[in-house]
T-cell receptor, first 114, second 110 residues
Framework: GAVVSQHPSWVICKSGTSVKIECRSLDFQATTMFWYRQFPKQSLMLMATSNEGSKATYEQGVEKDKFLINHASLTLSTLTVTSAHPEDSSFYIC??????????FGQGTRLTVV | RKEVEQDPGPFNVPEGATVAFNCTYSNSASQSFFWYRQDCRKEPKLLMSVYSSGNEDGRFTAQLNRASQYISLLIRDSKLSDSATYLCVASGGGADGLTFGKGTHLIIQP
């Protein structure tokens, strides 16, 4: 299957700082990228959907000013968690999709805010 | 709201048994369907797409019933390594998002 690379794999940051997570589609052009969050033993929660060159569409309850998403090219999307707090600690996963086919996931980023 | 519903389990199944689980979707306009597998603390990985005619990949068989709006996954001769959470996904296609079920937790016991 197609390859989606996400990094960093894990990050520990201090409360109040910002963290940027990158998601790259390595061997295909991703028209749409998705960002999810998953708390332990819970299901994936879609945070936002982004199409290249346009603003991301955020799910209800997700603060767009706190979770900044940039999808500047067909192979790269970034999620920046601004002013992170301990409650933002979670597993963040991106996925990328070309057209209407299946989506491929990045390896995920485990964020711990201390 | 688009929903995909799955029985969360867990399903405890002895090794070698056959196990099946279904998922239902509410959006009748959904066009594409998939099963993903997620291991603990890992990202979901595509297991198989689900075609209208049904499809089989080794020990895994997926079926789609559009009239009743459900998708099924059958695992034959289950292995210990099949233990995972299985996510059912429906999509309207195009730039539309994928709607994930909450997953069915499967535990294969020796």
């Amino acid at each position: 299957g197609a390859v989606v690379s996400q990094h960093p794999s894990w990050v520990i940051c201090k409360s109040g700082t910002s963290v940027k997570i990158e998601c790259r589609s390595l061997d295909f052009q991703a028209t749409t990228m998705f960002w999810y969050r998953q708390f332990p033993k819970q299901s994936l929660m879609l945070m936002a959907t982004s199409n290249e060159g346009s603003k991301a569409t955020y799910e209800q309850g997700v603060e767009k000013d706190k979770f900044l998403i940039n999808h500047a090219s067909l192979t790269l999307s970034t999620l920046t968690v601004t002013s992170a707090h301990p409650e933002d600690s979670s597993f963040y996963i991106c996925s990328a999709r070309m057209g209407g086919g299946e989506a491929f996931f990045g390896q995920g980023t485990r964020l711990t805010v201390v | 709201r688009k929903e995909v519903e799955q029985d969360p389990g867990p399903f405890n199944v002895p090794e070698g048994a056959t196990v099946a689980f279904n998922c239902t979707y509410s959006n009748s306009a959904s066009q594409s369907f998939f099963w993903y597998r997620q291991d603990c603390r890992k990202e979901p990985k595509l297991l198989m797409s689900v075609y209208s005619s049904g499809n089989e990949d080794g020990r895994f068989t997926a079926q789609l019933n559009r009239a009743s709006q459900y998708i099924s996954l059958l695992i034959r001769d289950s292995k210990l390594s099949d233990s995972a959470t299985y996510l059912c996904v429906a999509s309207g296609g195009g730039a539309d998002g994928l709607t994930f079920g909450k997953g069915t937790h499967l535990i294969i016991q020796p």
